[in-house]
């Protein structure tokens, strides 16, 4: 896997990206329905446009997971089913901490791999919202690492 800084972030790797993050959340998000997983897709490109550091994983030419991060928080991390459990989020984390001093970041409470996940690299929750940042009723967990 190579792992890279996108800088110019055209439309040629932003859908790909964008059907990475739908495969992902798929997979990841069983309490979203089809319907909520569309409506929030709609947002994908923007954010993925806005985020100030974009790391993407690839696998030859193909992305295969990405990260963004806006300061200190990571703001996304998501891989694509395939590789799921074989160390990238790992890898693309400690790229966050040794790199970017990556110390918070906020989650899906409903999504217990990602929590799980978090907490192995050492996060800790620090506070719990019965609504996301989108004011949606999907309970976050605030997490960060010391």
């Given at each position: ?18 059907d990475l993050w739908q495969r992902s959340v ?121």
């Amino acid at each position: 896997m190579k792992l890279t800084v996108i800088s110019h972030r055209e439309a040629a790797l932003i859908q790909p990206l964008v059907d990475l993050w739908q495969r992902s959340v798929t997979a990841t998000h069983q309490f979203l329905s089809a319907d909520e997983i569309a409506d929030i897709q709609k947002y994908v490109p923007q954010a993925l446009q806005q985020v100030p550091i974009l790391v993407v994983a690839f696998d030859g030419a193909r992305p295969v997971g990405f990260m963004g991060i806006a300061g200190n928080k990571l703001e996304m991390l998501f891989l694509d089913p395939d590789v799921q459990g074989l160390g990238l989020g790992k890898q693309l984390v400690q790229l966050a901490f040794d790199r970017y001093g990556v110390s918070s970041v906020v989650v899906n409470e409903q999504n217990p791999h990602a929590v799980g996940f978090y907490q192995h690299m050492g996060f800790q929750t620090v506070s719990r919202s019965p609504i996301d940042e989108q004011g949606q009723p999907y309970p976050i967990l605030t997490m960060h690492r010391h």
